[in-house]
């Protein structure tokens, strides 16, 4: 068994995947903007992940813009049998580097076009819609006229499964309503777990749950506090935030992003970290601790 089976699987759009895959999104240069500094070692790192055992890749032709989907195209096809890549549309980047809505039913279809001719694809295994009603956080807004959009895109045979990005329960609840959501990717972590609720209703019904920013927005205490416990298991503290979202729920799918061959290493090693059940109480109590 190599290290990343020992994440375990679950199905996405159909697909089984390994639980551990990976995010394209540091392919792309500072901020997400332009080409990378070395565009060998970013195709090198993609190439690895597949020598690894990865079959799910998470991307978006925003990302740079267009800059990750052209490397993913020029390093990985034709893609290999089994491998998920899961794309998101619902915004635009400004010439400032700036993440812009793009809601309407021109800009989305438009977007999934993009996607297959960057990605040299004839159909999109999973996309997802990202809604922006606040770039920083889910913020309640129908999603319906949105969604129907790309709804109508799959009937065409472009996109195969969808998704949903940055939304409330309320708004997973409206898409489950109007089209089949095969996973939803919002920011938690062992830090942050508004979604705890939402993780558990998602897996009692077989869909993915995607975290992203697994090490995103803790403060000084917590970071302390995953150093600790990483310090006395001889792991990183990305290895452990990693190992704790696996051990979560079953339903959790990852996709830790990196542009170093050697960290990505890293992160697929979090499989065989192995969290003892007082690291596991200490993790769980992270979310509660707030500077004095």
Known sequence: MSSIDKSGTFTLGGRTVERLGYGAMQLAGPCVFGPPKDHNAAMAVLREAIDSGVNHIDTSDFYGPHVTNQIIREALH????????????GARRGADKSWIPAFSPEELTQ???DNLRNLGADAIDVVNLRCMFDPHRPAEGSIEAPL??????????????????????????????????????????????????????LAHDGIA????????????????SLDAVAKRLGATSMQVALA??????????????????????????????????DSIKELDHVASIVPA
């Open 209 to 224: 749950y995607v975290p992203y920013f697994p090490l995103g927005g803790f403060n000084p205490l917590q970071s302390s």
């Open 244 to 277: 704790w979202l696996l051990r979560r729920s079953p339903n959790i799918l990852l996709i830790p992003g990196t542009s170093s061959v050697e960290h990505l290493r890293e992160n697929l090693a979090a499989a065989e970290c192995v969290l003892p059940e």
């Open 111 to 113: 977007a999934v076009h």
């Open 78 to 89: 034709p893609y290999p049998d089994g491998l998920v890549i899961v794309t998101k549309i």
């Open 148 to 201: 129907s959009v790309l709804a109508d895109l799959q009937r065409q045979g472009l996109v195969r499964h969808i998704g949903l990005s940055h939304v409330t329960p309320t708004q997973v609840a409206e898409g489950r309503r109007i089209c089949e959501i095969v996973c939803v990717q919002n920011y938690y972590n062992v830090a942050h777990r508004d979604d705890d609720a939402l993780i558990d209703d």
